[in-house]
């Protein structure tokens, strides 16, 4: 008999530890909010969703955010049993020692946020710490109710579930994505036009002017000497008959047909 209390008690405790192990790692819970979620089920366009963070300090921050929403009166965490563990918006207040509820207006986005610290906690709760109210959260049996004056009971409401949340408004369909803005198109720079740098003129340097050298005149007839050059007659030479005598100025010259030369002498 005491063996087999033993052996239960181990049992119990082994089975707690990952429970208790996951709830220590996980610090974000989320509920998506729904007229479906709670019960008797509504018929209603509202809708919402809260969101959870355990924080280093122990304590629990919270946002819930709504759409649709007239005339809310309060928003508990609830077992599924029906038990209240907490409450995130008490719209009661006491005057005159009655105490009487204010319900709000339309609401279209934050409805309440804050942080739970010990003094929230309720039913079974009562005087603990936050902490004890994590387990509820990682085990999925604890849900958030937004009640409403035209739905006391809850007019939505959701299952708290490990995990973040979007961020209202965040979420975008693909009617409403903004296209990416394109990159301004950058031209390549032109290269700088560089013209090919012409070459130096260079004329070719006229080739040096050489005259001919005039053959000197070997037989031009010299005064008093008898030349022997075989020259035609120059231009106004008198021929004269006989043997080819030929008349220069004063001088008379005879063509020696034998060596092709003038004798010349003076006249």
Known sequence: ??????????????????????????????????????????????????????????????????????????????????????????????????????????????????????????????????????????????????????HQTGEIGGQILPGAAPAPGTATTSANKTAPTPAPSQAPAPAPSQAPTPAPSQAPAPAPSQAPTPTPNASAPSAGMNSSASAPSAPGMNKTGGMGATSLGNMICHYIPQSKSLLCRMA
């Open 1 to 150: 008999m005491i063996i087999a209390c033993i052996l239960g008690c181990v049992i119990a405790i082994v089975s707690a530890i990952p429970v208790l192990s996951y709830a220590q790692h996980q610090t974000d819970f989320a509920a998506t909010l729904s007229g479906k979620n709670v019960s008797p089920p509504v018929n209603t366009p509202a809708t919402g969703t809260a969101r959870f963070h355990l924080n280093p300090n122990g304590t629990l921050s919270y946002e819930v955010d709504v759409n649709n929403i007239n005339g809310a009166i309060g928003v508990p965490i609830k077992l599924k049993s029906g038990v209240t563990l907490a409450e995130l918006l008490n719209v009661y207040q006491t005057v005159n020692q009655k105490a009487f509820t204010q319900s709000l207006g339309t609401t279209n986005g934050r409805l309440t946020s804050g942080v739970i610290m010990a003094a929230n906690l309720l039913g079974p709760l009562i005087g603990k710490n936050v902490t004890e109210l994590i387990p509820f959260l990682a085990n999925k049996s604890a849900n958030v109710i937004v009640r409403t004056q035209a």
